[in-house]
């Protein structure tokens, strides 16, 4: 019998070496399941007021150093959100309804995580997303359209305002939003994400198609609280809105295709 690994004759090297993966790879296991529970933990039940840490427990709150000084802490209990929807039956997996706007009640598509309300900096503590007429430096590529006084055209084919400006991305070089002005009374400003925005410029002088959303629901298009800046939130806010507007603008789209 060969026993040239063996350190007793039932348990050799290569038994070791084996239970002690098993060993590393459970451990392995564990520890990114704990991990992972920094987002998103503890979870939220269909009871109110319920919330539940899933099969491992949370992890040990580690505390994060942001650029501005700041600290936060993960995992943490977000604040309840109150939503304006109702189950459309009395058991556990049926579907929900919106009650009210879903486009400005954060439902479905409209949806968005909530992030900090304050602008995001660049490196070098400057605003990140600023309209073009505060970014010095930047301009229009002259291969490419200027859309700035370009009207906008909703999905309904219909007006909604014209360009009034360009939002850009100091951080990563590039044109974030069109800032559209209404013709109403205030002369609103609506942000339009660049990428649901078409610019066409051969179209009639030029114009911006914009596909997800009719001309009335500029109106009521959320904006952000500063003409000169944006916050992580106000982004997430309003690019749900107008996503979500490909799903909930007109009846027609929210019906099946069969």
């Known amino acids: 019998m060969h ?30 399941t704990l991990e992972s529970k920094r ?24 505390t994060f150093i942001l650029h501005d000084g700041t600290t936060r802490s993960f995992p943490w209990a977000e604040p309840l959100e109150v939503l304006n929807l109702r189950q459309t039956s009395n058991f556990e997996g049926a579907t929900w309804e919106p009650l009210g706007n879903p486009m400005l009640d954060a439902v479905g598509p409209a949806s968005y995580t909530q992030r900090a309300d304050v602008p995001e900096l660049t490196f070098e ?26 009207n906008v055209m909703a999905a309904d084919g219909e007006i909604a305002g014209f360009v009034s ?19 109403d009374e205030m002369a609103r400003h609506v942000l339009v994400p660049m990428e649901l925005a078409r610019v066409c410029a051969g179209a009639r002088g030029g114009i911006v198609k914009v596909a997800s959303i009719t001309a009335a629901q500029f109106s009521t298009a959320p904006v952000p609280a500063s003409p000169e800046s944006i916050t992580a939130r106000e982004e997430d806010r309003i690019s749900a809105y107008f996503a979500s507007g490909h799903l909930y603008a007109m009846p027609s789209r929210m019906e099946p295709l069969l």
């Not at 933990?41 to 539940?52: A, C, M, Q, V, Y």
């Not at 503590?125 to 370009?150: C, I, K, N, Q």
């Open 39 to 62: 987002e998103g933990f503890p979870l939220i039940t269909s009871k109110p007021g319920e919330r539940s840490d899933g099969i491992l427990p949370l992890p040990k709150p580690k």
């Open 3 to 32: 026993t040239a690994n063996a350190i007793t004759p039932y348990i050799d090297v290569s038994q070791l070496t084996l239970y002690a993966f098993w060993i590393f790879f459970a451990g392995l296991v564990i520890y990114l």
């Open 125 to 150: 503590g400057h605003l990140r997303t600023v309209p073009m007429r505060l970014a010095e430096g930047y301009s229009v590529a002259t291969e490419d359209p200027d859309p700035r006084g370009f």
């Open 165 to 183: 400006d360009i939002w850009v991305d100091r951080a990563c070089c590039q044109a974030r939003w069109l800032e559209v002005t209404l013709p």
